[in-house]
């Protein structure tokens, strides 16, 4: 069975200073791996996501994550943030060939002035 | 095109009651998935429905349920309500076709249980 542990529930930051959330996951086959932002009040949308081929993705907002297979982990970095990043981060996971994408406990990402 | 609608946004209930949820997904996606959020718990998998059929279910108790129509609307339904049921509960969907990977979100239905 797959799961993903998001490691910190509460990140705060001042703003233009970088982030890093973090995300590992279990699975014993291969995966697909994302990365959804949930503004308040709002359903989550797609960050970035991590198919296959090169393990570092680019995705909107200036956020970017890292696949690291022999960690299992797949870290979201942005080098500065701005007040309006404020907002939760999901971490999922999806098998190749799957239907049931798992998502993490979510990180709450605050963004100091 | 138009987004995944989930109808009502907002409802109050009271323990013991029923209550149905609607999910009319993006024009072509036939998968819809449902999820329950609640804070510190994170989205937890209720079940999967494709061409009308459950394909995938989570570890939830049998009050809740689903379905699916022919023209891939779906609906969730929970019985007996109690108040640990009070939660978001998100409809996501997608297409089939392959390589779609990606979940389209509706804004979700927030059910208060009193």
């Known amino acids: 069975a797959q799961s993903v542990t998001q490691l910190d529930s509460q990140v705060p930051v001042f703003e233009e200073a970088p982030v890093e959330l973090r995300c590992n996951y279990s699975?014993?086959?291969?995966?697909?791996l994302f990365w959804y932002v949930q503004y308040p009040n709002q359903g989550l949308q797609l960050l970035l996501k991590?198919?296959?081929?090169?393990?570092l993705v680019k995705g909107i907002n200036g956020f970017e994550a890292e696949f690291n297979k022999s960690q299992t982990s797949f870290h979201l970095r942005k080098p500065s943030v701005h007040i309006s990043d404020t907002a939760e981060y999901f971490c999922a996971v999806l098998n190749t060939g799957g239907f049931k994408t798992i998502f993490g406990a979510g990180t709450r990402l605050f963004v100091k002035a | 095109k138009a987004g995944v609608t989930q109808t009502p946004r907002y409802l109050i209930k009271t323990r013991g009651q029923q209550v149905t949820l609607s999910c009319s997904p993006i024009?072509?996606?036939?998968?819809v998935s449902w999820y329950q959020q609640t804070p510190g718990q994170g989205l937890q998998f209720l079940f999967e429905y494709f061409s009308e059929t459950q394909r995938n279910k989570g570890n939830f108790p049998g009050r809740f349920s689903g379905r699916q129509f022919s023209n891939s609307r779906s609906e969730m339904n929970v019985s007996t309500l109690e108040l640990g049921d009070s939660a978001l509960y998100l409809c996501?969907?997608?297409?089939?076709?392959?390589?779609?990977?990606?979940?389209?979100f509706g804004a979700g239905s927030r059910l208060t249980v009193l």
């Open positions: 699975s014993s086959v291969s995966v697909y």
């Open positions: 024009s072509g996606h036939r998968s």
């Open positions: 991590y198919l296959s081929g090169s393990t």
């Open positions: 996501a969907t997608r297409t089939e076709t392959p390589g779609a990977n990606v979940l389209t």
